[in-house]
């Protein structure tokens, strides 16, 4: 039989913030600019997929730029994918991050920024600044070639 007896407010989902590093602060890639950041990028993208599908990743940096980890935020279709301020900025907290740089590709091979990249970009770095942890670059990638948004003078 069922306890009807239990105070409501102790029926409640437990909530812990956990990051579990599997790599020496000593062993990371420090990143020096957004080559370094593009080619790692590249290294963690899926298999196949940069010129399938839109996916939307976050390099996060602890306060000497070196990596603490890549986070894949979503992956779309052909044409886009969304990605969602909430995940980036909890993850970039539950890390302990002091930077991040984003990064998407363009299986079209266009290396253009679109206005919506341009809208993301500056929410995340309104929410950034809030928040202390800076967005250092958006990175769009392509097979052959990226485009970072620091290096432009987008930032």
Known sequence: MENTN??????????????YPKVKASSRPRITSSADAANLFRQSWDDGNIELLEQFKVMFLNRANKVIGILKI???????????????????????????ILAHNHPSGNLTASQADINLTQKLCDGGKLLEVQVLDHIILTQE???SFADEGLL
Do not use: H, R
Request: aromatic share 10%.
């Open 6 to 19: 239990v105070n409501p407010l102790l029926q409640i989902s437990e909530i812990t913030l956990q990051y």
């Open 74 to 100: 979503s992956q779309g279709g052909i044409a886009g994918t969304v990605a969602d301020p909430k995940l980036i900025f909890a993850a970039a907290l539950k890390s302990g991050a002091c930077g991040l």
């Open 145 to 147: 070639s990226y485009y």
